[in-house]
């Protein structure tokens, strides 16, 4: 895991629950997507965390809880009581790692990068893979819509629309990227499921809750 380091990370209170909850997930066998904290119900840290196979369980939340819980409470990151909240990517996930970018390749993806670039610093459009520059790794981006066309006075359709010419970013100034829930995501997310995973029932296997899911998790409370 060292080895596919995050390069979105946070800043502030949220940076300080980072570098606690990582190493417990990473010692669990889990990656550390994300962590913030929000005014939601009082006071909530999430942590949002993943299998580097893609799969996850409610069990695997649970553990991960279990085993952050007293952690947060020796470091006493947060004074008050709060609510934990361990949760998966789910489909329209954060990008936050070098792979991300390219394993979502041919996704939508909206992005905001943290410095000024051609005079703007949110995109949008679909990811285009890395290439290396002299200036460091880049990420593309084909500015990409969806619009609607008409098929008949009452019914239309939408189709991904290009809206102008590929750009190459920096990789390393992105400040916030996630991909944009699609019929299509949802249908690659599937496929990649059952590629890595081709015993996977969820017919059968209760409690599997796979990132084509929406994002499942588990809340316990922090005094």
């Known amino acids: 895991m060292a080895d596919d380091p995050r390069i979105v990370t946070e800043t502030g209170l949220d940076a300080r629950i980072a570098s606690i909850a990582e190493p417990v997930i990473q010692d669990l066998g889990y990656r550390l997507v994300r962590a913030r904290v929000s005014a939601q119900s009082g006071l ?13 369980t409610i069990a695997d939340c649970e553990a991960i809880s279990k085993a952050l819980s007293p952690e947060l409470d020796v470091h006493d990151p947060i004074s008050g ?10 489909v329209d996930r954060p990008l936050v790692r070098r792979s991300d970018f390219e394993r979502w390749a041919g996704h939508l993806a909206k992005v905001e990068m943290a410095v000024t670039i051609n005079g703007q610093r949110r995109f949008r459009g679909q990811l285009l893979g890395l290439r290396d ?3 460091g790794t880049e990420f593309g981006l084909r500015p990409m819509e969806k619009r609607g066309r008409k098929t008949n006075a009452k019914s239309s359709e939408k189709s991904l629309v290009e809206t102008g010419a590929d750009i190459w970013l920096p990789l390393a100034d992105v400040a916030d990227a996630n991909l944009i829930l699609t019929d299509e995501l949802i249908d690659a997310a599937r496929t990649l499921l059952k590629a890595e995973h081709p015993d996977f029932d969820p017919a059968v296997d209760d409690g599997i809750v796979p990132e084509i899911d929406a994002e499942t998790e588990i809340e316990t409370d922090q005094d």
């Open 133 to 135: 520059a002299d200036s």
């Open 81 to 90: 009581a709060y609510h934990l909240e361990v949760s998966t990517a789910g």
């Open 44 to 56: 909530t840290v999430q942590i949002m965390a993943e299998r580097p196979s893609g799969l996850m």
